[in-house]
């Protein structure tokens, strides 16, 4: 069956810490990756997507996250939080007629 | 950018009632909507995904003769919650995805429903 599961589910960092968000996936076959954020009393927006190519992909707001095939993963990092990052992030796998999402993982700077 | 709108983003009713929430594409054609369900503290699940002109598919678990998803036209899609129970009570999500798969799905404001 295919799932998404995300490791932390709050993360507390100070500004100008680093930050990397773990996201694991099961999904057969071709796999598209995405992580959503979604601001306090705002709208899920995309913050970064993954289909093919380079497996390192650069997307909003400095944010970035890796595709590992081998480790069925899509991590999300950013070199260097700011308060304004604080939100809740889902990592999500699927394509056109199928988008499931992890739980979540809040994080507050 | 694209513009889902939900309505309504709040709605109170009382047990064995039914409930309509509206989801709406404003400037662009939704081929394919998501209806999404969020418990406070978790992941969005996913209910259905409705296909413009054909039957909703459901995911396991998802009673369909309890929430009735329609998607009449491309702009416009509707869950019917009916004879809504207290555990129905959730936030209610939908998003849609355009013609041309980008990977971006647009997510609506969500509605909130609470079943007394």
């Known amino acids: 069956a295919q799932s998404v599961s995300q490791h932390n589910h709050h993360v507390i960092l100070s500004e100008a810490a680093s930050l990397e968000l773990g996201c694991n996936y099961s999904?057969?076959?071709?796999?598209?990756l995405f992580w959503y954020v979604q601001y306090p009393g705002q709208h899920l927006q995309l913050l970064l997507k993954y289909f093919s190519g380079d497996p390192l992909v650069k997307g909003i707001k400095g944010f970035e996250a890796e595709f590992i095939k081998s480790k069925f993963s899509f991590n999300l990092r950013k070199p260097s939080v700011q308060w304004s990052d604080t939100a809740e992030y889902f990592c999500?796998?699927?394509?056109?007629?199928?988008?499931?999402f992890g739980a979540g993982t809040r994080l507050t700077v | 950018g694209a513009v889902v709108s939900q309505h309504p983003s709040w709605v109170i009713c009382k047990s064995g009632t039914s409930v309509k929430i509206e989801c709406r594409s404003l400037d662009f054609q939704a081929t394919t909507m998501f209806w999404y369900r969020q418990f406070p503290k978790q992941s969005l699940m996913l209910m259905a995904t409705s296909n413009e002109g054909s039957k909703a598919t459901y995911e396991q678990g998802v009673e369909k003769d309890k929430f009735l998803i329609n998607h009449a036209s491309l702009t416009l899609s509707t869950l019917t919650v009916t004879s809504a129970h207290p555990e129905d009570s959730s936030f209610y999500i939908c998003?849609?995805?355009?013609?041309?798969?980008?990977?971006?799905?647009?997510f609506g404001e969500g509605s909130r429903l609470t079943v007394l």
């Open positions: 999904y057969g076959g071709t796999v598209n």
């Open positions: 999500a796998v699927g394509g056109n007629n199928d988008m499931r």
């Open positions: 998003s849609a995805v355009s013609g041309i798969f980008t990977g971006e799905l647009f």
